[in-house]
Nanobody, 123 residues
């Protein structure tokens, strides 16, 4: 059974930083890609950043230059700097098996999901 568990969320002031972590277990196929998504109340889930097993990354425009995704075996991280109130959301990690030249940022391209961790940025 595949499981993804996020951690590291919390509340910060605008301009602050947070580091999210995601641990994946149960994926025996090493050729899997992972992504971070977020969903604010009343809004659709959106892709934030993603990474392949060979460290190719993709970023959504609103977070470029502020967020960094990285990966270490079965763990994925999201380093978030210069946080803004509009970054407030539930953050989810996701994974799926396959090959992409650039890892996707569409939720429909992932089948395994974590339960989420809340990030709140106060102005």
């Amino acid at each position: 059974q595949v499981q993804l568990v996020e951690s590291g969320g919390g509340s910060v002031q605008a301009g602050g930083s947070l580091r999210l972590s995601c641990v994946v277990s149960g994926l025996t196929n090493g050729n899997y890609y992972m992504g971070w998504f977020r969903q604010a109340p009343g809004k659709e889930r959106e892709g934030v950043a993603s990474i392949t097993n060979y460290d190719k990354t993709s970023y959504a425009d609103p977070v470029k230059g502020r967020f960094t995704v990285s990966r270490d075996n079965a763990q994925m991280y999201l380093e978030m700097r210069n946080l803004k109130p509009e970054d407030t959301a539930m953050y989810y990690c996701a994974a799926d098996v396959g090959y992409w030249r650039a890892p996707p940022l569409s939720a429909s391209d992932y089948i395994y999901w974590g339960q989420g961790t809340q990030v709140t940025v106060a102005s």
